[in-house]
């Protein structure tokens, strides 16, 4: 193991210290004094990799590196640190060990960049303790509204603007966290694959293309629940029979849209839930993504129809469609990308193009400036469990190719 690796280690170990349920995964949730733990670590390791030190009024840790002409928009690397509940230890601290490691780099070669580059740690993006996530990426990009930190609220009914509060933030500031656009000159994170992508085809680093698009509807088919027993066959409205027409066509639909679409019933209610009784109601979810809005489109138009056919089949069928989420695809910056490719080629490290099927805070970073997300593999796709897992060699590894870009992008 050389220097970096046990550098990253440390770092992956320490950060994973700050946990709510030890020996049961990490659990670190935003404004917490496992939160407090993590960004006191973070504040001092940045400090002691030579960076300027401050915290944003959403609550991200901002390490700068001031460039040769500080006047310049600085290039801006990293991820979150707050997990799921019992999660592991590589979701998010992947790509905030990568700006550590990275600032150290510099540090030791004694480079000032052109550019100034802005390490950063940010918080609430898996979004376990208010719901909504990738909070801190929104603040920057002028997305949290005051409304919102009064009306999301965790379990004990706490609001988040109570939470900041008490964690020594100002939510009436929240506004001074926005970056305008074109104030970044690039945004790159590093993040685990949470898929077995890489793992299965050997493969050391993963491009990001583009982020997928997801829509989440909740189907309500309204049948009529008989006898299972005194009711015939012709004459039933069977709610889950329904449902299941839908569902197949639903699974056909992302085949037919093709371009990696994919769409699952993941969720199915059934009403009133009898051996002996025809089904007369079901709740269902449906999640389609694809990397391309008129693949969504499509598959959602298929869900439409084989509802209508559906439910015209039998006499006494309706349904009810609500739409709980409609994010739209992402592209990625095609000159950060092709850096990321080159760099990773020059240091002989295999690696392929691909589509996230997962949202990330680069998804909202893009929003406001050039971004970038490169994957590292995680052992048997695991993520979001205890069983996390990515190999410390392979962190460096990704850590080089984002430091060779970031390096890169500094210096135009
Ligand atoms: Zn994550």
């Known amino acids: 193991m050389n220097t970096k690796t046990e550098r990253i280690q440390k770092d992956i170990e320490a950060l994973a210290e700050f946990n709510a349920t030890p020996g049961a995964g990490l659990t670190r949730m935003s404004f917490t004094p496992e939160h407090r733990g993590a960004q006191e670590y ?19 840790v901002i390490g700068r590196l001031e460039g040769r002409e500080p006047e310049l928009a600085p290039v801006v690397a990293g991820s979150h640190y707050d997990s799921v509940p019992n999660g592991g230890n590589f979701d998010g601290p992947a790509g905030v060990v990568m700006g550590l490691e990275i600032a150290r780099t510099f540090q030791d070669l004694g480079i000032k960049p052109k ?16 719901g909504g996530g990738l909070f801190a990426s929104r603040a920057m ?52 694959e949470q898929g077995k992508i890489l793992e299965s085809n050997g493969q050391d680093v993963g491009v990001v293309h583009a982020i997928v698009g997801i829509k989440e509807l909740r189907v309500t088919i309204q049948g009529r629940a008989d006898h299972a027993g005194a009711t015939p066959m012709d004459m039933r409205a069977d709610a889950y029979l329904a449902a299941c027409k839908v569902a197949l066509a639903v699974n056909k639909g992302a085949i037919a849209a093709g371009h990696g ?23 269902f979810s449906v999640d389609i993504r694809s990397s391309k809005s008129c693949c969504l489109d499509q598959v959602m138009e298929t869900v439409n129809e084989a509802l209508r056919e559906a439910c015209g089949q039998e006499e006494g069928l309706s349904y009810e469609i609500e739409t709980l989420m409609d994010v739209v695809p992402v592209e990625l910056d095609e000159h950060i990308c092709g850096l990321l490719g080159k760099n990773a080629e020059k240091a002989g490290f295999s690696y392929r193009d691909m589509v996230s099927g997962a949202g990330h805070d680069t998804q909202v970073m ?25 190999d410390y060699d392979q962190l460096q590894k990704g850590i080089e190719v984002c430091c060779e870009t970031i390096m890169e992008l500094a210096e135009e």
């Open 261 to 283: 679409t994919v769409a699952t019933v993941g969720k199915v209610e059934v009403f009133p839930g009898g051996f002996n009784i025809v089904p007369g109601k079901v709740v």
């Open 366 to 390: 893009a929003e406001i400036a050039p971004a970038a997300l490169l994957f590292v593999p995680c052992r048997g796709g695991r993520s979001h469990c205890p069983e996390e897992w990515t």
């Open 141 to 192: 990009a002028g997305k949290v509204t005051r409304q919102e930190l009064e009306t999301y609220r965790d379990k004990q009914g706490i609001s988040s603007g109570e939470a900041m509060k008490a964690f020594g933030l100002d939510p009436e500031k929240i506004g001074e966290a926005v970056r305008s656009k074109g104030s970044i000159y690039a945004f790159l994170e590093m993040h685990i």
């Open 115 to 130: 550019r100034p580059v802005e390490f950063v740690a940010m918080i609430e993006e898996e979004g376990a303790r208010f």
């Open 42 to 60: 973070l504040v001092q390791a940045m400090k002691d990799a030579g960076l300027q030190v401050r915290i944003d009024a959403a609550g991200t």
